[in-house]
């Protein structure tokens, strides 16, 4: 655990902390140093690992007891995915309205090569096949328990759960996880076993896997049903039905510019823009536009990893749950803001806008999707930019 470098500690206890941003455009795979960090409670020790062992009970024909050694005698696999706290970019939402929770930048996410064996495979250890939708008892969701203890479960145990389909289908890639970049899990990220539930928010990716239930509704823990749900602008704590709308899962087109702060001093002329897209769903991202001239004209961005291609959605040759790290060097005639699509901010606009292979397209101002709980804040981002030459003279 290397919490000094991380710039920016967001709770000290639990401890949340996110790095600076561009530390993340530093390279396609996050260094688990890099990577955000998001607890909700004390992290927890697990040393004993001979006596280890996941559960795996519930709504199935034979209960078992797997060991580390049991899970890696199963096929392992290696997914490359990007998890991201459903919280990613909240500090920008309060800004419209007072939210509750973390106040993260957006640097709330990494993106990973994780290590281990499908929770497909696991679960016929049970005698669940694979593509079934339910058991033979009727279970339709897996339950994921942790060894972790937070106060909103009432000193128990933080729990989620992902419906039976999704865990069986080994197109979905949901891994038990004991390695993070060809490294054994440390205990930050999970040591020494985790969920990782790709194209879904963080918070289904359990941590410091304990059991594995197979039930017949979806988990009933705070974090599903009282917590992570997408709620419209007009609801708020005093009028607030939690029973109204469905645990949040796949998270909607992202994005985010690293290469400068929300206010960053450059100089007039050209200056390279570069950040991260991302798309949950395994749908990828079609294309990021850049425009310096509030949307007259507009280029397309280059995939920063891989030289001057342009963007190309490709789920049969692209890693489909990762982000891509776009750039584009763009003109600056003086302050400027960059931003994704249409800013009220007093200056020259430089816009980009991204849509994902889906059609999807992020929402132009974030009070339009601003709720309580400060989450999924993905409309269109903003930096300023001040032509630090002509601050230098005004002093002079």
């Not at 696999?77 to 991201?84: E, I, K, P, R």
């Not at 079934?132 to 937070?150: L, M, N, P, R, Y």
Request: aromatic share 8%; with cysteine.
């Amino acid at each position: 655990m290397i919490h000094k470098l991380f710039t920016w500690i967001r709770v000290q206890e639990p401890f949340n902390a996110e790095p600076p941003r561009a530390a993340l455009i530093s390279s396609y795979v996050t260094p688990v140093d890099f990577f955000y960090k998001r607890n909700h409670g004390p992290i927890p020790i697990v040393d004993d690992i001979e006596r280890y062992h996941v559960s795996i009970d519930g709504l199935v024909k034979k209960p078992v007891q797997l060991s580390m050694a049991d899970i890696r005698k199963l096929p392992k696999y290696n997914v490359t995915a990007t998890l991201q706290c459903a919280g990613n970019r909240r500090t920008a939402m309060s800004k419209t309205r007072t939210v509750k929770g973390v106040g993260w930048d957006a640097a709330a996410l990494g993106n990973a090569i994780w290590g281990g064996a499908k929770l497909s495979d696991v679960l016929e250890l049970v005698g669940i096949s694979k593509l079934a939708t339910v058991t033979s008892f009727g279970g339709k969701h897996v339950e994921f328990i942790s060894v972790d203890k937070c106060k909103e479960e009432n000193g128990g145990p933080y729990k989620a759960s992902i419906p039976l389909g999704q865990a069986t289908n080994p197109e979905a890639d949901v891994l038990l996880a004991y390695e993070m970049n060809g490294e054994v899990l440390n205990r930050d990220h999970g040591y020494p076993l985790r969920v990782v539930v790709p194209g879904v928010i963080g918070a289904r990716s359990v941590k410091w896997l304990d059991k594995i239930n197979v039930i017949q509704e979806e988990c009933q823990g705070f974090f599903m049903q009282k917590d992570y749900k997408m709620f419209p602008p007009s609801v708020n704590w005093d009028n607030i039905n939690w029973s109204t709308r469905r645990p949040q899962m796949d998270f909607p087109v992202q994005c985010a510019i690293c290469s400068l702060e929300d206010v960053d001093y450059v100089k007039q002329g050209k200056i390279t823009v570069a950040g991260y897209a991302v798309s949950g769903g395994g749908r990828g991202i079609e294309r990021v536009d850049i425009s310096a001239d509030g949307g007259k004209t507009w280029v397309e961005a280059q995939r920063h990893q891989k030289g001057s291609e342009p963007y190309v959605s490709d789920d049969m040759n692209g890693d489909k749950w990762a982000w891509v790290l776009f750039k584009a060097v763009v003109e600056i005639p003086g302050n400027a803001e960059v931003i994704a699509k249409a800013a009220d901010i007093f200056c020259v606009i430089l816009l980009y806008g991204q849509v994902d292979s889906a059609a999807n397209v992020q929402p132009e101002n974030v009070a339009d999707i601003w709720n309580l709980r400060g989450i999924l804040n993905t409309s269109w981002h903003r930096v300023r930019v001040i032509n630090a030459l002509q601050i230098a003279n005004s002093n002079l």
